[in-house]
T-cell receptor
Framework: AQSVAQPEDQVNVAEGNPLTVKCTYS??????LFWYVQYPNRGLQFLLK??????LVKGSYGFEAEFNKSQTSFHLKKPSALVSDSALYFC??????????????FGTGTRLLVSP | KAGVTQTPRYLIKTRGQQVTLSCSPI?????VSWYQQTPGQGLQFLFE???????NKGNFPGRFSGRQFSNSRSEMNVSTLELGDSALYLC??????????????FGPGTRLLVL
């Protein structure tokens, strides 16, 4: 079964510093990976996805993610953190069911706290 | 283009009651998925509908059901509510095209509290 792991429950970073939110994956076949962000009392907002090609994927709000096949990782990064980036971040992997439907399997989430 | 909308945003029910949640997908999206989010279990897949048919269901009891209408709007129903059903219920929609990796776009969710 496809799975992702987010080893850190919380990441603390000062505003203006670079941030990294970690994600590792375990898949059979090609990995199709996603990052979503959730603000308080809101749904999930799509940030970016990796399908194939360039290992550095650029997404919304200045975020990017680096796909590393040898380390089975898909870490989310941003060069300069903003206080408004404080939120809950989820890594997800596509799981194809026998009907062909593409279900998402989510990690446990990482809370990012950016201090002024 | 309008995003995924869910109604109501908040619900309070008592044990034993039933509840119906509604989801309107992004225009043109034909697949609607439902997820349950709780602090203990995280985000879990409930079921997915496409062309008014449930294609797959997650590991939830039969009290959880849903349907999809011809305009792709979807409803989910939970009967005989239990305290453990308190959660944020998220709906997601996506295009469906053969061979592509579709992105699921989520609504704001319905927060259900069972007392």
């Amino acid at each position: 079964a496809q799975s992702v792991a987010q080893p850190e429950d919380q990441v603390n970073v000062a505003e203006g510093n670079p941030l990294t939110v970690k994600c590792t994956y375990s898949v059979s076949g090609n990995p199709y990976l996603f990052w979503y962000v959730q603000y308080p009392n809101r749904g999930l907002q799509f940030l970016l996805k990796y399908i194939t090609g360039d290992n550095l994927v650029k997404g919304s709000y200045g975020f990017e993610a680096e796909f590393n096949k040898s380390q089975t990782s898909f870490h989310l990064k941003k060069p300069s953190a903003l206080v408004s980036d404080s939120a809950l971040y989820f890594c997800a992997v596509r799981d194809i069911l026998n009907t062909g439907f593409q279900k998402l399997v989510f990690g446990t989430g990482t809370r990012l706290l950016v201090s002024p | 283009k309008a995003g995924v909308t869910q109604t109501p945003r908040y619900l309070i029910k008592t044990r034993g009651q039933q509840v119906t949640l509604s989801c309107s997908p992004i225009s043109g999206h034909r697949s609607v998925s439902w997820y349950q989010q709780t602090p203990g279990q995280g985000l879990q897949f409930l079921f997915e509908y496409f062309s008014e048919t449930q294609r797959n269901k997650g590991n939830f009891p039969g009290r959880f059901s849903g349907r999809q209408f011809s305009n792709s709007r979807s409803e989910m129903n939970v009967s005989t509510l239990e305290l453990g059903d308190s959660a944020l219920y998220l709906c997601a929609s996506s295009l469906v095209s053969s061979g592509s990796v579709e992105t699921q776009y989520f609504g704001p969710g319905t927060r259900l509290l069972v007392l």
